[in-house]
């Protein structure tokens, strides 16, 4: 489907990266070669790893198309890190409060939850936008940080759970757990959700006629209203889109990975998903590739730490180069 | 009374790192280099701030670290943007980026993990004699820290030299038309570069700032948005250098009213008083962003071999 010349430029750009970051963990007197082959092997080596990695990849995923989505419209979302835990806070006070629901309905009703709180946290930025044509970089970062404190306020609250020494709430009902596709090692059945998010962004941008009219305006908004299309509904649109994309990323983590609130379970998602996002060029069907090659050394990095005392940093610096080499490679074609 | 000096005193005293970080992204903007990536440079001039005072003993020693590190992003921003002429705001996302990741990195591999956190002295108060004397402005204005005075001073430098000088002139012409700057003469990739690595240095000092004189010790995500703050500040100063200054102190006053409140009254959960920085910068938005003057040609890229702009 892809042509191998277009993927030679991403293998320079990762050989290259992998080469520059050798050179500095050689010099700080780490052994490259182990370092190396654990951060590339560790998802492949064992069942858990893999599962581990598949883990890894469901947020990053949907973090990622949170920051894609709005880009084919044109339009920069740097806030799925706070729609993410707001959606996360709106699937756990579902899972809290229903307790007595059966699990077809709990489920369904915690996920929508989440979708619809991201959402919601989308639509503010979209309106501040539409309203007032503040910049959505601004604005999206700046809701990041509220949501920090929101999401400590629902931990501290009356859900709160006493015996935990982190900000947590009580667990959510168990007939709001995601439930399982494999029970050893346990991998939920978010995946599933996960890839038909991908191929529903694909055929909404690619099959329908909105679809259509988003991806016209983030090419060319002015052709685009010429013809007719609503270019700020747009905008809105695809910010929305991105909250509920971000925001079921949240229930996910809540119904099948934390089943309760946790302060900090946005983890890195966020930078990692941008980097995915501008890796892919912004490119929705590319992403799920990218990010799972980022789990993979996500991954990798953590055992690294473990077993080589290499601070999992290390790989995220390899992570941006790989980035930075990637944008590198068009300017060098471009002459 | 001491209470109200006191509460001023403060104000001004955490304006720096905005007045810093909002003075250096205006004066990239003005020459059509607009940063994003404040966040991350704040993050690692802080980090090698605090570990070059600390393995220096020297607090300016760690200053001139951070004035460095900020000005090689401000030169890579420069090169990435002006010369390669690569996506503005995709540069400075990486950017961003990198000096997240360096700033926690840089700590772990320099000193390692400690049980105590490794602190610097904090930079001293340097009282002016006589004025320092004077009751009331006396104690609040010229009873600080160099970088409290450095940061007016700057702010009035950068207004005198935008709007008073002939260079200052040509520099914000190249970001206004820089096709009409280059026919008359002006080096637009001369000024482009040197905007941004000068940029650069003040938001890896304003980073600096948050250890040197806060903290004692870098802590990661200690700048907490105020890199991005820092470009609403610059917006809302309508991307001029005494509504920057000015506008600072609101920044600076909601901060410290947040910690005020939160010290001295529990009725209010503290997690509300966190929420009002963000909050209040984007009711603020809210308000004048319509109005804010941009430059014309900010977060674009001059390319002097097309016909037109």
């Known amino acids: 489907m892809m042509p191998v010349r277009r993927i030679i430029p991403y293998l320079i750009a990762i050989a290259a990266s992998f080469a520059a970051a050798g050179i500095f963990i050689a010099a700080m007197g780490f052994d490259v070669g182990r370092a190396y082959a654990t951060i590339l092997f560790t998802s492949f080596r064992t069942p858990n790893g893999f599962v581990q990695t598949l883990l890894k990849f469901i947020p990053l995923t949907l973090q990622a198309l949170a920051f894609t989505v709005p880009l084919s419209a044109g339009k920069f979302n740097i806030g799925g890190e706070g729609q993410m835990i707001v959606g996360a806070i709106g699937a756990a006070a579902v899972g809290i409060l229903f307790p007595e629901l059966p699990i077809y309905l709990l489920v369904p009703l915690v996920i929508l939850a989440g979708v619809l709180a991201g959402a919601l946290w989308g639509l503010i930025p979209a309106w501040l936008l539409y309203r007032f044509n503040i910049n959505e970089i601004l604005t999206t970062v700046l809701l990041n940080f509220v949501s920090f404190a929101l999401i400590d306020i629902a931990a501290t609250g009356p859900w709160r759970d006493p015996a935990a020494g982190h900000p947590t709430t009580i667990p959510i009902s168990a007939s709001g757990y995601l439930p399982m596709l494999i029970r050893e090692p346990p991998l939920h059945s978010g995946l599933i959700l996960a890839v038909l998010v991908v191929a529903a962004v694909y055929i909404f941008t690619s099959r329908t006629v909105s679809g259509y009219e988003l991806v016209a305006t983030g090419a060319n908004p002015g052709a685009a209203a010429v013809f007719g299309i609503n270019v700020r509904r747009m905008f809105v649109l695809s910010l929305v889109m991105a909250g509920a994309i971000a925001g079921l990323s949240g229930a996910i983590e809540v119904a099948g990975v934390q089943h309760r609130l946790i302060v900090g379970l946005q983890s890195n998602f966020l930078v990692l998903g941008l980097i995915i996002g501008l890796i892919a060029k912004g490119n929705n069907l590319a992403v799920p590739f990218v990010a799972f090659f980022i789990a993979v050394l996500e991954v990798g990095a953590s055992a690294m730490q473990r077993t080589l005392m290499i601070p999992v940093e290390m790989v995220f610096i390899v992570e941006a180069l790989v980035l930075l080499f990637v944008l590198l490679s068009d300017v060098v074609r471009r002459r | ?309």
């Not at chain 2, 939160?262 to 809210?286: G, R």
């Open chain 2, 1 to 309: 009374m001491d209470s109200t000096v006191d509460f001023l005193r403060l104000i001004l005293l955490s304006m720096v790192p905005f007045v810093l970080a909002g003075q250096g992204t205006m004066i990239g903007g003005r020459t059509g280099v607009f940063n994003v990536a404040q966040e991350g440079i704040m993050l690692t001039g802080a980090s090698i701030g605090f570990l070059v005072s600390y393995l220096s003993g020297s607090n300016p020693l760690g200053m001139l670290a951070a004035l460095v590190a900020g000005g090689i992003f401000g030169l890579l921003l420069a090169y990435l943007t002006t010369s390669l002429r690569m996506d503005q705001f995709v540069i400075g996302l990486a950017l961003f980026f990198i000096g997240l990741g360096l700033s926690t990195l840089l700590p772990k591999l320099v000193i390692g993990v400690t049980l105590t956190p490794p602190l610097i002295p904090t930079i001293q108060d340097v009282p002016i004699p006589l004025i320092s004397r004077i009751p009331f402005v006396g104690p609040i204005l010229f009873n600080q820290n160099v970088l409290v005075y450095f940061s007016i001073l700057l702010s009035v430098g950068f207004w005198y030299f935008l709007y008073h000088t002939k260079t200052g002139l040509e520099l914000r012409s190249v970001g206004e038309n820089p096709m009409a700057a280059d026919s008359l003469g002006v080096n637009t990739v001369v000024m482009r570069y040197a905007a941004a690595i000068i940029g650069g240095m003040l938001i890896g000092l304003a980073g600096a700032y948050l250890p040197m004189v806060y903290t004692g010790t870098f802590t990661e995500g200690m700048v907490k948005g105020r890199g991005w703050l820092a470009i609403a500040l610059t917006f809302f100063g309508g991307w001029n250098p005494m509504p920057i200054l000015f506008g600072s102190l609101f920044f600076a006053g909601v901060e410290v009213l947040a910690y005020r409140v939160q010290v001295i009254s529990s009725a209010l959960p503290y997690q509300y008083l966190l929420m009002l920085p963000y909050v209040a910068t984007i009711l603020v938005m809210m308000v004048t962003f319509r109005k804010a003057r941009v430059p014309a040609f900010l977060g674009q890229n001059y390319d002097r071999e097309k016909r037109a702009l």
